[in-house]
Each structure stands twice: as structure tokens, then as C-alpha cells.
């Protein structure tokens, strides 16, 4: 896929002409959790400009996936080691003061200290930093309230963190609609059945489809009720929403209890 097939993603970075594509594609598809296919991206980058920091950073994301509590600290490390052996070392090539920040992001997020909840959380801080040190970047924004989802997607602050999320991420889309982080975190910041912009969540996933044609819906993704446009969060009850699901665009589905797609 292209970075047109995943929305505009449009990261600034001073890698070298030739590793710009597959990186730009590899942070629309990031933004999009398709990591497997992010991760080759990132790796195709690393080729074309092998001292080009971000994209070992983009790689080491990757292996992070907030939402679904799972973590490869032992991968993403790996990966950051290519670039250079030490912190100080990895942050030397980073070219500019944003690009040794992001990176610092993620030495934070897979440092040997700390259990995951508490790097999580000081992730999460480092890019509340960021977004505020670079208020006109919307990756930064988009990261940023993907980390405040995950910092605390178990926890007791749930609706509250979900809250604060699609409050970063609303002030972002009226200027960035085509983004796809700002697009797929809205859908996760309202994807609760008690929430209030239930239709607002629909909203976003029409839109999504409509940038894309890799959209796929996952079982722990609440869906959109066919005659009332409301969410509900029987999963077994996906049937009757798929009519209207496929006429928004979204090409299939997938179910966690039985570990594949439909």
C-alpha cells in the first residue's frame, strides 16, 4: 500500500531522499496497526539511508502495540542496536532536536528499567512533551493520544483517558482529515458503549473508508447499528451490522475468540 492507500501522513525528517517513500508509507501504516507491514517499510529505509535514526525508531514502534498490551522490548532493542550500540550513540545521529526527541520516545518506551506500565507511562509523558514542544505536528499530536489510551487501557482511568485522547485528536482533525492517525484513534477513543459521540465513531469510520481500502473491523471494535446508528458491544451480534459496514467500505473482519479473519 501507499501512503495515499493509508491516508496523508506527511513526517518531516532529514533521512535521505531515497528513504523518504518507504518511510512516509511506513508511518501511515503504523498509524494504521498494519505493524508487519510497517516494519518492512521502516527496514526498507534503514537500507536506503542506513544511518537515518527514525527509521530505526519507526521499526522499534512497531513491536508496541498499546491497545492490545502487547510488547517485544527484546525486538524493538534489537532493532534500535542496528542503528547504533548505545543511547548516546543512536541519538548522535538523530539530524535534528525533533528527531533525537522522538527517538528518546522510544528509548524510554523499551529502556531496561521499569515494568511496562511504568515506561508506558513515562512514554506517554515524553510525548505530551513533544506535542507541546512541536504543537503544529500532528504525528506528534497522534502519538501522543494513542499513548494515553494505552498507558492506561485496563486501568481504573479508562473513560477518563479516552476523554483526554479524542480531546488532542479533535483539536487535529479539522486541519488534518485525511490523517490516518487522527482518523483510527478517534474511532478508538469513542469505541465504548457508554460513550456520547457514539455516531461521532461512525463518523470516523465512514471517513477512514473512504481514504482507504484496507479497512478492517475487529471484534473489539463496538459497531454501528443498522437501525438506530448506534453502537453496541455484543460482539455475536456483528451479523446484522456487516450490510452496512460493507457499503461504508470496510472489507472484513476479524474475531479474536476464533483467531481469524471473516
Known amino acids: ?122 512514554y506517554r509523558d515524553r510525548l505530551r512533551r513533544i506535542h507541546e514542544r512541536w504543537p503544529e505536528d500532528p504525528d506528534a499530536a497522534a502519538f501522543y493520544a494513542l499513548a494515553i489510551q494505552g498507558a492506561d487501557v485496563d486501568g481504573d482511568h479508562v473513560i477518563p483517558a479516552r476523554i483526554e485522547s479524542a480531546a488532542v485528536l479533535e483539536e487535529l482533525h479539522d486541519d488534518h482529515p485525511e490523517h490516518p492517525g487522527v482518523l483510527h484513534y478517534l474511532i478508538h477513543a469513542y469505541d465504548d458503549p457508554k460513550c456520547w459521540q457514539m455516531k461521532r465513531q461512525g463518523q470516523m469510520i465512514q471517513r477512514w473508508c473512504e481514504l482507504s481500502d484496507k479497512v478492517w473491523i475487529y471484534n473489539y471494535n463496538y459497531t454501528m447499528l443498522v437501525n438506530k446508528g448506534t453502537i453496541t458491544p455484543m460482539v455475536h451480534r456483528i451479523r446484522r451490522n456487516i450490510p452496512l459496514l460493507e457499503d461504508w467500505g470496510v472489507i472484513g473482519f476479524f474475531d479474536q475468540d476464533e483467531a481469524d479473519w471473516a
Do not use: K, M
Not at 2 to 10: E, K, N
Not at 53 to 73: F, I, N, S
Not at 76 to 94: D, G, M, N, S
Open 1 to 122: 500500500a501507499g501512503a495515499a492507500d493509508l491516508g496523508a501522513v506527511r513526517f518531516e525528517s532529514s533521512g535521505a531522499p531515497e528513504a523518504q517513500e518507504p518511510f512516509q508509507r511506513g508511518v501511515a501504516a503504523l498509524h494504521s496497526f498494519f505493524y508487519d507491514e510497517a516494519a518492512d517499510l521502516f527496514r526498507q529505509a534503514q537500507e536506503a539511508d542506513p544511518d537515518f535514526a527514525l527509521a530505526y525508531w519507526g521499526e522499534a514502534l512497531t513491536y508496541d502495540h498499546p491497545l492490545w498490551q502487547q510488547h517485544d522490548r527484546a525486538a524493538a532493542q534489537e532493532a534500535l542496536a542496528r542503528l547504533a550500540p548505545t543511547r548516546e550513540e543512536r541519538a548522535a545521529l538523530a539530524g535534528t532536536e525533533r528527531e533525537r526527541a522522538y527517538l528518546d520516545s522510544v528509548e524510554i518506551l523499551f529502556a531496561d528499567e521499569g515494568d511496562s506500565a511504568s515506561r508506558h507511562d513515562a
